[in-house]
T-cell receptor
Framework: AQSVTQPDIHITVSEGASLELRCNYS??????LFWYVQSPGQGLQLLLK??????LVQGIKGFEAEFKRSQSSFNLRKPSVHWSDAAEYFC????????????FGAGTRLAVHP | GAVVSQHPSRVICKSGTSVKIECRSL??????MFWYRQFPKQSLMLMAT?????????EQGVEKDKFLINHASLTLSTLTVTSAHPEDSSFYIC???????????????FGPGTRLTVL
């Protein structure tokens, strides 16, 4: 079955520290991969996406993610976290070249200590 | 750009009543809109996809007679929860896409969600 796993429900980091949010997927073929961020009272915002090509993708707000086919992973990273990064982060997969149907992980809530 | 709004943000209703939730694309034409449901500490689950002027396509297990979706214009889709019951209490999120292909390459822009509580 197609699924997305975000192993960490909640993560706390200090401001200025590096961050890595994990995402693993189970999919029949190479999927399209997405990371979204959800702040309170706001809709999910697309941080970055991977369709093909370079497996290291750059996104907005200083985030990047690396697609590792052998590990079925698409982890999100940021070298230095800002207090404004506190939010919920969702990893999602969609069929490459297929119908626009996203499967989301359960999300990781990020807290940032000053 | 690409802002999607939802109204209301919160609604409380009595069991047996119907509730309508609106989803609007404010600065673009949404050829496709999606409705999701999110349970506490769980992921978003796609309920249905609607294309402007067409009947919605519901995901397996979603009752189309309970969750009525209308996408009458390129900027508005509505979700009506009919004869709501406490188990329908949830966070409902819409998204909109301006793409014509219907493929995963079309970016979805999400609304802020509507919290429905059925007493």
């Amino acid at each position: 079955a197609q699924s997305v796993t975000q192993p960490d429900i909640h993560i706390t980091v200090s401001e200025g520290a590096s961050l890595e949010l994990r995402c693993n997927y189970s999919y029949g073929a190479t999927p399209y991969l997405f990371w979204y961020v959800q702040s309170p009272g706001q809709g999910l915002q697309l941080l970055l996406k991977y369709f093909s090509g370079d497996t290291l993708v750059q996104g907005i707000k200083g985030f990047e993610a690396e697609f590792k086919r052998s590990q079925s992973s698409f982890n999100l990273r940021k070298p230095s976290v800002h207090w404004s990064d506190a939010a919920e982060y969702f990893c999602a997969v969609g069929p490459s070249g297929g119908y626009n149907k996203l499967i989301f992980g359960a999300g990781t809530r990020l807290a940032v200590h000053p | 750009g690409a802002v999607v709004s939802q109204h209301p943000s919160r609604v409380i209703c009595k069991s047996g009543t119907s509730v309508k939730i609106e989803c609007r694309s404010l600065d673009f034409q949404a050829t496709t809109m999606f409705w999701y449901r999110q349970f506490p500490k769980q992921s978003l689950m796609l309920m249905a996809t609607s294309n402007e002027g067409s009947k919605a396509t519901y995901e397996q297990g979603v009752e189309k007679d309970k969750f009525l979706i209308n996408h009458a214009s390129l900027t508005l889709s509505t979700l009506t929860v009919t004869s709501a019951h406490p188990e329908d209490s949830s966070f409902y999120i819409c998204s909109a896409s301006s793409g014509f292909s219907g493929l995963s390459t079309d970016t979805q822009y999400f609304g802020p969600g509507t919290r429905l509580t059925v007493l």
